[in-house]
Nanobody, 124 residues
C-alpha cells in the first residue's frame, strides 16, 4: 500500500517561505499524478497545487498563484511545494495526495492516497 510522508511545515512570519516535501513509499512514483491540499480549522480541505506525471503540467489555486510552486523529483520519489510570500491565510495542515486522476482537466484526489499532513502556521 502506498504511504506518503509530508515534512517541512512549521511556524513562519508573514512574508516568509517554507518548502514542504512529500516522500512516497513506491518505486513507481513517476506514474502518479500528485496534489497538495490544505485544511484550515473549520474549513474544508482545498486544493492548493497539482502536478501531472510525465509532462509535469501544474495547476494552482488562484489564492497561491505566483507565490507557490509544485515540483517533483521522480528519482527521489518525492514531491515538493515551495511556498513564498506566506500570509496568515495560508495557515493550515498541508496534505499531499498521490494517484488521483484528472476528470475534465481537474485533479480528483485519490481517496486512499493521503499523507498524515504537516502543520503550517503563518504568524508574527
Amino acid at each position: 500500500q502506498l504511504q506518503l510522508m509530508e515534512s517541512g511545515g512549521g511556524l513562519v512570519q508573514p512574508g516568509g517561505s517554507l518548502r514542504l516535501s512529500c516522500a512516497a513509499s513506491t518505486n513507481i512514483f513517476s506514474i502518479y499524478h500528485m496534489g497538495w491540499y490544505r485544511q484550515a480549522p473549520g474549513n474544508r480541505r482545498e486544493m492548493v497545487a497539482t502536478i501531472t506525471s510525465n509532462s509535469g503540467r501544474t495547476e494552482y489555486a488562484d489564492s497561491v498563484k505566483g507565490r507557490f510552486a509544485i515540483s517533483r523529483d521522480d528519482a527521489k520519489n518525492t514531491a515538493y511545494l515551495q511556498m513564498n510570500s506566506l500570509n496568515p491565510a495560508d495557515t493550515g495542515v498541508y496534505y499531499c495526495n498521490a494517484g488521483g486522476s484528472y476528470i475534465g482537466g481537474v485533479y480528483q484526489a485519490r481517496p486512499d492516497g493521503w499523507g498524515q499532513g504537516t502543520q503550517v502556521t503563518v504568524s508574527s
